[in-house]
C-alpha cells in the first residue's frame, strides 16, 4: 500500500520559513513527478508546485514564485517543499502528491494518483 506522509507544517510568523517534507513508503518515488498542493479554508486545492523525476525541472504557481523551492532525494524517497518569505496568505493545509512514471507536470489534482494527508500551516501577522 503506498503512503505518503508529510511532516513539518506548523504556526509560523509572516516573514519566517518553513520546510516540508513528504516521504513514501511501500512506492519507490524516483519515477514518479512529485508535486505540492494547498487547500486553504472555504477554497478549493491549488497547485503549489511540482518536480520532475531526476528533480532537473521545476515549475511553481505565480504566487510561491521565488519564495518556496521543491527539491527532492530519491535515495530517501522524499520530497521537500521550503518555503520562505512566508505571508498569511500561504496559510493552509498542504498536500504532496504523486503523478507515477511520468516525465512531465501538470497543475491538475486529476493527474495525481497517491495523496498524502495534508499537514497544516499557518502564518500569523
Known amino acids: 500500500q503506498v503512503q505518503l506522509v508529510e511532516s513539518g507544517g506548523g504556526l509560523v510568523q509572516a516573514g519566517g520559513s518553513l520546510r516540508l517534507s513528504c516521504a513514501a513508503s511501500?512506492?519507490?518515488?524516483?519515477?514518479?513527478?512529485m508535486a505540492w498542493f494547498r487547500q486553504a479554508p472555504g477554497l478549493e486545492r491549488e497547485f503549489v508546485g511540482g518536480?520532475?523525476?531526476?528533480?532537473?525541472?521545476?515549475r511553481y504557481a505565480d504566487s510561491v514564485k521565488g519564495r518556496f523551492t521543491i527539491s527532492r532525494d530519491n535515495a530517501k524517497n522524499t520530497v521537500y517543499l521550503q518555503m520562505n518569505s512566508l505571508k498569511t496568505e500561504d496559510t493552509a493545509v498542504y498536500y504532496c502528491?504523486?503523478?507515477?512514471?511520468?516525465?512531465?507536470?501538470?497543475?491538475?489534482?486529476?493527474?495525481?494518483?497517491?495523496w498524502g494527508q495534508g499537514t497544516q500551516v499557518t502564518v500569523s501577522s
Open positions: 518536480i520532475t523525476r531526476s528533480g532537473g525541472t521545476t
Open positions: 502528491a504523486a503523478r507515477p512514471n511520468t516525465y512531465t507536470i501538470t497543475n491538475y489534482e486529476s493527474g495525481y494518483n497517491y
Open positions: 511501500g512506492r519507490t518515488l524516483s519515477s514518479d513527478t
